[in-house]
Nanobody, 124 residues
Framework: VQLQASGGGLVQAGGSLRLSCAAS????????MGWFRQAPGKEREFVAA???????YYTDSVKGRFTISRDSTKNMVYLQMNSLKPEDTAVYYC???????????????????WGQGTLVTVSS
């Protein structure tokens, strides 16, 4: 499975970006798809995830601002980010997990495949 993330860039605080993750190699219909981010000097942290059943999970700091969605027919996952804040600045990674259980959905190690990351910079 190969994942290709795109859509990052420089945006002012309060602005919006839409990240995309294109998957290839096999269908990801039954996979958990997640977005993580890593700021300089910090550990990679969970942002959002969506199951094949469309159950959705968010970290508290992005609830109400970010929306994760998936199009299984196109093997695509999206992260719509609104009301961006400087603290959202990070490299954003998409990830896929064929066996990720709900209790581990926020743990990076529970995902088998990772994209290369796309940089999001939010200026104040």
């Amino acid at each position: 499975v190969q994942l290709q993330a795109s859509g990052g860039g420089l945006v002012q605080a309060g602005g919006s970006l839409r990240l995309s993750c294109a998957a290839s190699g096999r269908t990801l219909r039954n996979y958990v798809m997640g977005w993580f981010r890593q700021a300089p000097g910090k550990e990679r942290e969970f942002v959002a995830a969506v199951r094949w059943s469309h159950s959705i999970y968010y970290t508290d700091s992005v609830k109400g601002r970010f929306t994760i969605s998936r199009d299984s027919t196109k093997n695509m996952v999206y992260l719509q980010m609104n009301s961006l804040k400087p603290e959202d600045t990070a490299v954003y990674y998409c990830a896929a997990g064929p066996r990720t259980i709900t209790s581990m959905i926020r743990v990076p190690l529970s995902y088998d495949y990772w994209g290369q990351g796309t940089l999001v910079t939010v200026s104040s």
